[in-house]
């Protein structure tokens, strides 16, 4: 079912009706002449009554269509919801643009690593500005930057809660009391280890210490780890620990899963994917309507594009991910899970749940049924009769 039929059997059924009354009309007046009403069959499937009203439409030459005359204010805001609603089907556009949207997200994901490097140098500079080294000569001797033993090496933040975004109570507390708490893993035996600093007295002042100590070191090469690894490494399973540890250790510096590698590069990635999808919408809308706001159907039909596109680049990431593990010389290793764009999958996901709410909201707006429409529509001499047509067909059948 296409806009134009629905528009098109409105508005011949309003004039069939129109008919129907004036020729009642006409045979209830004092000169009766007779009246050629189209005959239909009695039982008619949608394509059937599309293509019999066309005929007619043909033959009475009936090239107009006025909704405003077939339909009530009422009715008419019914049918703008329920159209609304309805999905549009995908044009060769759309399927193009799909196509675009995931070449450009694959071709970002095929070179993350190398524009995650070329982050890397652009913040370098900015890590020797006066501003940074006093940042991070204030963090010094904190707590949460201990490294004796068991915590030390270029991957020491993991082992730490004051590095973990997702523990920040955790750290203010080893801040303020003076003392590192930690797990480390020493022949296969969990240990817990504690070490005394020098205390800080307001949470003011441990607060600020422990943002600027923060912002110091995620412009470092090894950033910080991803909230809640901190948790990972130090779980009851060793190698649950030594997952964290190796995918934000990495082969190399900065070469791991971090919070620069796992948004930067990753988040331009699914804002591309993002873009060339949403223009493509809005650029069609334009085109169409005269204008970039979008109805209800497109906005579902830009969400239905969104999935695919993400769903491509994520399915793409996940990919490189796995062939990395399957071609690299040293086999699988941790940090290969890098390569997974995960604020693409977010997206993905966040377009499916869309998807489905449209799908729910499309089936829980159903048309009205046939018996519905007669006692909204019809006048009262009309129920009678379709009560007396409904009598005659069910004794003769």
Request: hydrophobic fraction near 45%; include cysteine.
């Amino acid at each position: 079912m296409n806009a134009d039929e629905l528009d098109r059997n409105l508005d011949t059924i309003r004039r069939r009706l129109e008919a129907m009354d004036a020729a009642v009309v006409d045979a209830l007046s004092d000169d009766p002449t007779p009246s050629e009403l189209p005959i239909a069959s009695p039982t008619q499937s949608y394509a059937e009554l599309t293509a019999f009203n066309d005929r007619l439409r043909n033959e009475k030459c009936w090239t107009e269509v006025d909704l405003d005359a077939a339909l009530t204010p009422e009715l008419a805001a019914k049918l703008d919801q329920w159209r609304s609603l309805q999905r549009i089907p995908w044009s060769t556009a759309d399927i193009a643009a799909v196509g675009l949207a995931g070449m450009v997200g694959g071709t970002c994901v095929w070179f993350d690593a190398a524009i995650d490097r070329m982050i890397r140098q652009w913040l370098k500079p900015l890590n020797q500005t006066r501003l940074i080294q006093a940042f991070e000569k204030s963090g010094k001797q904190l707590p949460i930057d201990y490294m004796g033993p068991g915590f030390g090496g270029r991957a020491h933040r993991v082992k730490s809660a004051g590095h973990d975004l997702a523990r920040p109570f955790t750290a203010l507390r080893q801040i303020m009391d003076g003392q590192f708490d930690g797990i480390r893993w020493s022949f296969g035996e969990r240990v817990t280890a504690t070490k005394a600093f020098e205390p800080v007295q307001s949470f003011e002042e441990a607060l600020l210490r422990w943002v600027m100590h923060l912002i110091a070191d995620v412009l470092t090469p090894m950033s910080l780890p991803i909230p809640g690894f901190s948790l990972l490494y130090e779980s009851n399973s060793q190698t649950i620990s030594k997952f964290a540890h190796h995918a934000y250790a990495g082969i190399r510096p900065g070469e791991g899963l971090n919070l620069r590698s796992a948004l930067v590069a990753p988040g331009m990635t699914a804002i591309a994917t993002e873009t060339v999808v949403r223009t493509h919408v809005h650029l069609t809308a334009l085109r169409e309507r005269g204008s970039a706001e979008l109805t209800g159907q497109e906005a579902r039909k830009r969400n239905e594009l969104c999935l695919a596109a993400h769903s491509l680049v994520g399915a793409a990431s996940i990919g490189k991910a796995v062939a990395q593990g399957i071609v690299f010389e040293y086999g699988v290793h941790p940090a290969q899970i890098r390569h997974v764009n995960f604020p693409t999958l977010i997206m993905a996901g966040k377009a499916a749940l869309q998807v489905a709410s449209d799908f729910s909201a499309e089936r829980r707006a159903a048309a009205p049924s046939w018996d519905e429409l007669l006692l909204d529509l019809a006048q009262p001499w009309q129920l009678d009769l379709a009560c007396a047509v409904e009598a005659t067909w069910a004794t003769e059948c």
